[in-house]
């Protein structure tokens, strides 16, 4: 046995060895993360600190009377408040709108010392202080007389199992919660659900459930749902085996529940729209940490069917991640570049398509990015809704911000997450930690002539 | 050694909690080596266990060296200075370390984190070699 006291001033050197490597990840960023937003990101080489950059916005909420902020020509109202984590917004064709408030399953289980501190950093940054209000429901929005005030709200499922997207056809209400597809009879303009759900088909769920969100969005034709399974792990250190079937976005026939990858490598895609123009199926997809500030950029990207978008083994196109191991040059090879880059740890979450909406002229064709904000930098990056404009169902100018406010100094009021078009025609943002569905309209209070569900395509 | 007749040896408490750093680290440079052959992500975890089971052991082996500096009983059994010193340096490389493998995938490991596994386990011997080699040794149990 060795015989050495262990000296005060070895607890002094790893202190001040913990300081130093902070005070390095405080060195100003020269970076300009608008170079990552566009059609031809720029990609910076990836660093690695010991300490990966961070900063956690506290959740404090809205007091009465606060709001975002959006552009002239632009009005907010707080259309639902008081909901419990709403996650996404859903019109149905008669013009109700869906709230999915969900909670992140429990009982991912801890595999290494790093899990801990992860799980005590996502609390503070979701806001866990104080009476939760029961969450994993979906409510009804009801504003009978389309003068953009809610007058009715009916809670139609309760005690989901983190349900996140839902879609609405022949009379059957979709709902994705975080292990499978749920089917539930519904008709137009009931306002309670007592029937039983039967299981459309199954989606990879726990215990490992890392990117729990499944989206769902109906095909055009009104044949299949497509849902979305994000990854196991931010960069397969759960395993190849843990990743299987997920990082993909799954075609699912209606009728009998048979399912195939419509597409791969998407590391954690949500957000499911069609472009209303082209048709193609876009979603948004939060890309990869521990690479540095400025990578990678995550993007909105038009999805091909059976086209495979790098992860694991690259990033934005061919980018290799050295951190994979063995490495795949036949998959980076193969991988798609996305359409548009929306910058770094944004953590984009929500995409909503405008066209036939009531909003003013700036706004009329393009998409909108529900940014909820990461804490993987040291400057605050998303934490807002932006609009990239579009043509003929492409991508055709800078995006800008749209609903901004949601971090005020280094607090968030709120975090946005799903985008939605109302029965009226105006912008909804589901803003989970500020427990509030916000309405943004056009200034002059035009509305459409009759309400357009979110899963419906005018003119097909 | 010149104990006198009323000076009792106290056991020093830092002994209780010193080997298990020792233990912890040189596992490491096992786990780290048995990743790089097989790439199975279960060695990598354990690397991470591993170095957070030392650095705990250390703490606490830090709390009970200051404990015994306020024991006159335990004063002649203090380590050398090189011991200190040593101890210092196998902290600050396995605390470095630790965020190294709290990275993700295959770089949390090669080359950087086995290195320093491996530069670990050297400083560790060699505080080990300076501490047999100390001429201080006191057979405390018999007196």
Redesign the interface.
Known sequence: ???????????L??GV??LS?AACNEASDPFDTAHQIGTDPVLPEPS?E??PDLKVAKVVGWKEGETPIVPEGLKITAYAKGLANPRTVHTLPNGDVLVVQSKAPEGEPV????DMIRGWIMSIAHGGDGEQKESNVVTLLRDTNRDGEVDERHDLLTKLNSPFGVAWIDNTLYVAATDAILAYPYTLGQTEITSEPHVLTPLPGGPINHHWTKDLALSPDGRFLYASVGSN???????LEAEKNRAAIWQVDRQTGASRLFASGLRNPNGLAFNPESRELWTVVNERD?LGPNLVPDYATSVKDGGFYGWPWSYYGSHI??????PREDMVEKATKPDYALSSHVAALGLGFSLNSALPAPYSNGAFVGEHGSWNRNAFNGYKVVFIPFENGHPSGKAQDVVTDFIKGDEARGRPVGIGIDGTGALLVADDAGNTVWRIGAADGSVTPQPIGTDQMPGL | MQTSRNYRPGYPLNRLFVPFPYVCFILVLATDIAFWQTANLMWQNFSAWLLFAGLLFSALSILAGLVDLIRASTRLQRPSLAEIIGFAIILALALVNSFVHAGDGWTAVVPLGLALSAATVFVIFLTLILGVRSQRTLNWRTP
């Open positions: 046995m060795t015989r050495s006291r262990i000296p005060p001033f070895a607890l050197a790893a060895s913990l490597l690695s010991l300490l595999s290494r010392p790093k792990s931010n960069i397969v250190e759960n395993g521990e991640d050295a951190r994979v191991h063995p």
